[in-house]
């Protein structure tokens, strides 16, 4: 975690100016084209959610931007983050779930196949949720297959000015092959501009990945 320099660091201004914001935040809904992910997923019996959540992962790590953090009121790149994403047990309510970054999917898999099953069994505020929820270093994700979203507001805390991203997926439109995702990001350390180079890199990571599995299943 280092500190970013406001005297070399070109969004100093917008920093400074959308700090005094009741509500810094800003919200983007969309839709990404997920090329062949989910018929490749489906031949190679993975499940599609994880694919795209690695894909996310992936973005993640490859745009600065999105592991910029406030922390004592100066802006920080954490320079690695997590996903905290939610998943639905079986009384269908929610857990948070903290899953393990990997360099392939077949290791995001494995890796986080037991982390879920072990905490989709525990109480929503568990010892493991609470060991982390304080950190800086995550992405907040939802998703929630049951709506074609086109709009979304979070709940927040009083005072919540981290800069950490929140994501939220829909629906997944199978007949064009495309994810609805909101993104809400803090202004001071994001533009519009930044979430428009973060989708395509969640894009490329996607493609690579069609590219990957197809090679896999042909094997």
Known sequence: MKTIDLSKWERAEHFKFYQHFEDPNFNLVTSVDTH?????AKA????????????LSQALQSCDFMRFRIVDQLPIDVEKVAISSTFLAEDKTFRFILL??????DEFVTKNKEKKQRGLGQPLLSDDFLSYSGNVDLVFVSILPWFDI????????????????????????????RLPVSIEVHHGLVDGYHLSLFLNEFFLNIIALCEYLRSKNNF
């Open 150 to 177: 086109s709009g979304f507001k979070h709940a927040r805390h009083n005072g919540d000015n981290l800069g950490i991203p929140k994501v939220v997926f829909g629906k997944f439109n199978i007949e064009e092959n």
């Open 44 to 55: 190679a019996n993975i499940s599609f959610t994880d694919c795209y959540l690695y894909c």
């Open 36 to 40: 062949t992910l989910y018929a490749d």
């Open 100 to 105: 393990d970054n990997a360099n392939t999917v």
